[in-house]
Structure formats: C-alpha cells, structure tokens
C-alpha cells in the first residue's frame, strides 16, 4: 500500500514556474514507477511525465518536453515534476501515481496502482 500527497500547486503567471511534490508513505518506494498525470475541465486525465523505478529511463508528453523535468528522491520517498516556462494551457489538476505493475506502460493511466488526491496548477495569461 502506497499512499501520495501532492503539494506545490498555485496560481502563476505565463512564463513562470512550479515544482510540484508528492510524498509517499511507504517503505517501497524505490520499488516503484512513479508517474504524473494532468486533467483539466472538460478533458480526460493525460499522461505528463514517468521516471521507472530504476530512475533509469524517463518520459515526457510532447506537450511539455524541455520545459518539465521529473525527479525522484528515494531517500525522501519524493518524486518532483520542476515546471518551466508555464503557459496557459498547462492549467490542470496535476496528479501523482505510483505503479508497481509488471506491463507497466508509462502513459496509461490504468498501469498505475495509486494515486494522490490532486493539486491544483493555473497558469494566467
């Protein structure tokens, strides 16, 4: 059992940045792949970003390539997504995941075992 808490959303203005955190209560975590995932009003929940449990192997959207880096620290049983360069468009519900699937695959979100509870990221024009 895993469970996460995300923290670090909030309100930015286009350009600006955010990282976001999720805590992780468990003593598995380095077991674990962990995801984030992003839903806006109206949208279905889209993968943003994976990083294997290894930390060997990392995945972006496209829509947010060179501008989110995904991070873990194990010993903190924290992953972290850095946000740059914000735009409008990034405004969301952003959610953590965790998967300990053997067919994981990163940009399905029913791959994922756990989730947190969501923050909220707005982006203003």
């Known amino acids: 059992q895993v469970q996460l808490v995300e923290s670090g959303g909030g309100l930015v203005q286009a350009g600006g940045s955010l990282r976001l955190s999720c805590a992780a209560a468990?003593?598995?975590?380095?077991?674990?792949?962990m995801g984030w995932f992003r839903q806006a009003p109206g949208k279905e929940r889209e993968f943003v970003a994976a990083?294997?449990?290894?930390?060997?192997?990392?995945y972006y959207a496209d829509s947010v390539k060179g501008r989110f880096t995904i991070s873990r620290d194990n010993a903190k049983n924290t992953v972290y997504l850095q946000m740059n360069s914000l735009k409008p468009e990034d405004t969301a519900v952003y959610y953590c995941?965790?998967?300990?699937?053997?067919?994981?695959?990163?940009?399905?979100?029913?791959?994922?075992?756990?989730w947190g509870q969501g923050t909220q990221v707005t982006v203003s024009s």
């Open positions: 995941a965790a998967s300990n699937n053997y067919y994981y695959y990163h940009r399905s979100p029913s791959s994922y075992n756990y």
């Open positions: 990083k294997t449990y290894s930390g060997t192997s990392t």
């Open positions: 468990g003593r598995t975590f380095s077991s674990y792949h």
